[in-house]
């Protein structure tokens, strides 16, 4: 069933890069998005999308932020609730939280992003094939993944609730596409209900506005100690006018340390106006560099890939600055290097 107008879209993330490619496909076919880091942006958009940074928190601090954000957000028509596609986070405590704040009547739960090799069969979460919480996610020392299973997830107090299975895109599409009354639902997701939910509730697809691509340097941040991200820094090591911060390959003891080092070193380099754009992988990692720059929100301007959001930001000398940003899995090896030259020129 589809409506005759255009609702207004609230995405709550529990980090950053779910907040920003939450709100990315919506862009893509025309409308306007703003992202809040903590609170809801000050810029009107048809999509807000706030990150709780939840995530790094602990689960009673993840409970209050989520309950706290959706009282705020469940005025707007369609609401959907990110969660990370390989089950990271305090998924169940902020699905609580969640559903008693927003006077929503039933949950929707389907985590697949069939584009990025995660899907769901039989209620269960795969990464490339491999049960999530037997894959490399469920030996993350920072977030681990302990559970495979969606209902395992979903507190006992949320009653009505439909688990998606969904291998294909279009699949998760045509199951989204179908069920009524969308605005008594919570929909929690990752970029591929996105997607599925922006091809149903954005009647007519625009293109976003063509943009100009910058001559200025590109400085990229590898927090992550993801494989694929170093795999993807080494591909762009050889790129001229790129400056490329990364962190070791293998996690370190103190790994708060590691990213604090890092984004302070990215912060400074970022006061000089030779640059024009920030990519980061990992959510914590852009988040730590905007702490230091002081950017509280910013807005998204397109899709360099699925799950791979263009944002822009205003810094306080009023420089505006590109922000790039995926997860550290996300991407084939050139995923960094085609990012840098869509920035540099074709970014449609």
């Given at each position: 069933m589809r409506t005759n107008h255009q609702p207004s879209i609230a995405v709550l993330a529990d980090d950053l890069t779910s907040a920003a490619d939450g709100a990315a496909p919506?862009?893509?076919?025309?409308?306007?998005?703003?992202?809040?880091?903590?609170?809801?942006?000050?810029r009107a958009a048809a999509v807000i999308a706030v990150d709780s940074g939840s995530r790094s928190a602990t689960a009673s601090q993840a409970f209050e932020r989520a309950a706290r954000l959706t009282d705020r957000l469940a005025g707007r028509g369609v609401l959907y609730k990110t969660v990370d596609s390989t089950l990271r986070g305090h998924i169940a405590e902020e699905l609580e939280a969640c559903f008693a704040a927003s006077g929503r009547k039933s949950l929707v739960f389907?985590?697949?992003?069939p584009q990025a090799g995660r899907t769901t069969v039989r209620g269960i979460q795969f990464v490339d094939g491999i049960s999530v919480s037997e894959s490399a996610y469920g030996h993350d020392p920072v977030h681990p993944v302990r559970h495979s299973a969606l209902v395992d997830l979903v507190p006992n107090c949320i009653k009505n609730v439909t688990l998606l299975d969904a291998v294909t895109q279009e699949e998760l599409d045509s199951q989204i596409a179908s069920i009524e009354d969308p605005a008594s639902i919570l929909w929690v997701g990752s970029p591929g209900m996105a997607t599925a939910l922006s091809r149903r509730f954005v009647l007519a697809k625009s293109l976003p506005p063509l943009l100009d691509g910058i001559s200025s340097d590109v400085l990229v941040a590898i927090g992550s100690a993801n494989l694929r991200s170093h795999q993807q820094a080494d591909q762009l090591q050889e790129s001229s006018g790129v400056m490329l911060l990364r962190g070791p390959r293998a996690r370190e003891g103190d790994s708060a340390a590691v990213l604090r080092r890092l984004a302070q070193d990215a912060a400074r380099e970022l006061q000089s106006s030779r640059f024009g754009a920030l990519i980061a992988t990992g959510g914590d990692t852009m988040d730590a560099i905007l702490d230091l720059l002081n950017v509280r929100e910013f807005e998204i301007l397109q899709e360099l890939d699925p799950g791979f959001p263009l944002g822009l930001a205003r810094l306080g000398d009023g420089r505006s600055l590109l922000l790039a940003m995926k997860a550290g899995g996300f991407g084939g090896d050139d995923a960094l290097e085609r990012a840098v030259a869509r920035i540099r020129g074709a970014t449609q």
């Open positions: 919506f862009v893509a076919r025309g409308l306007t998005a703003s992202i809040g880091r903590g609170r809801l942006p000050s389907a985590p697949a992003f």
